[in-house]
């Protein structure tokens, strides 16, 4: 008899549209691989909606707060339930990118200097000389990142707002010029890695991540030996460091520029990737002749408890 697995999609955090798409999509490739499957929207009720259901595996198609955090992950090991992607420790570490950034620094895993500080405090006055960038402590999908410019004057006055929605405590780190790169991982395998070219020039932001058209996805990265052999190594190392299991994604800056520091830092690592139309592991995995049916049944029969 086929596995029944139970595709997690939805949730209450900012990423709820971007988990719905996602588990769409591997729920539909995971039928296509033969399994059976129920969609289920979680809501607050998810730890009794499972109880009655009983998959022989929970595919976690959530993204951000709760569903990539390790919340979700302790409600499975709890339940007993099997489950993809990485466990409870290694998922909030690597949501939270301070403590993420701690555990890659003490790896040797080159990282961008960052402060910790309440929003208030950095909306007064520039934390460090300018540029720099704002984000969420916990936050995925680019949401609530801030850039500030070279010539800014003043701090991100959306600091101040009554509305912000993205917690007291903001991560400030320096900005890193040049190249955005990215590089998954599957099991202790790397990738090969993706340079993403922006449509309009700016950074890999919410729209360019899933819009159409909004970022060109080169794989592989048009680089060095060396240096595509080095951001896959440190792909893996990063993947182990903090732990991780079954797929993870880890993003780089590489500032090859007339002038530039030469410097290649790591930013963070996504225990969660999207696996939508216009996600990239799913682009990563097909360059490598591993269709989405093939990815997503990889994953399912991966998964475990005790990650």
């Known amino acids: ?53 009983k998959p022989d595996v929970a595919f976690n198609a959530l993204h951000g707060p709760y569903g990539e955090d390790g919340a979700i992950q302790g409600v499975l090991e709890i339940l007993g339930i099997p489950y993809t992607h990485s466990g409870v420790l290694a998922s909030a ?7 993420a950034k701690d555990v890659m620094k ?17 909306a007064r006055a520039h934390p460090m000389k300018p540029p720099y960038v704002v984000k969420p402590v916990a936050e995925g999908s680019s949401f609530g990142v801030l850039i500030v410019r070279e010539d800014a004057i003043n701090p991100p006055q959306q600091l101040f707002a009554d509305d912000w929605g ?4 903001v991560m400030v780190e320096r900005y890193v010029g040049g190249r955005e790169l990215t590089c998954g991982v599957r099991g ?14 700016g950074w890999y932001d919410y729209d ?42 880890a993003d780089f800056r590489y500032d090859d520029r007339p002038g530039g ?27 490598a002749g591993i269709d989405f049916p093939a990815l997503v049944s990889w994953m399912v029969e991966d998964a475990s408890c005790g990650r």
């Open 208 to 249: 360019s991540k899933y819009s159409d058209h909004g970022a060109r996805h080169v794989i592989p990265a048009p680089l060095s030996p060396n240096i595509y052999q080095s951001i896959q190594n440190l792909a893996v190392r990063a993947h182990r460091a903090l732990g991780c299991r079954g797929i993870s994604r």
């Open 93 to 99: 570490l690597a949501m939270n990118k301070a403590r």
């Open 166 to 169: 993205y917690g007291e405590t």
């Open 1 to 53: 008899m086929a596995k029944h697995v139970a595709v997690l999609m939805g949730g209450w955090s900012s990423e709820r549209p971007v988990s719905l798409n996602s588990g769409k999509g591997c729920a539909d490739a995971l039928e296509q691989a033969g399994y059976r499957v129920t969609r289920v929207d979680v809501q607050r009720d998810i730890a009794e909606v499972l109880a009655k259901l």
């Open 106 to 122: 003490a790896a040797g895993i080159p990282v961008a200097e960052s402060l910790l500080m309440h929003r208030l405090e950095v």
């Open 261 to 287: 520091t030469g410097e290649l830092v790591c930013l963070e690592v996504n225990t969660q990737p999207g696996m939508t139309a216009t996600s990239l592991v799913p682009d990563m995995a097909r360059y």
């Open 188 to 201: 202790d395998e790397a990738f090969d890695i993706i340079e993403l070219v922006m449509a309009d020039g």
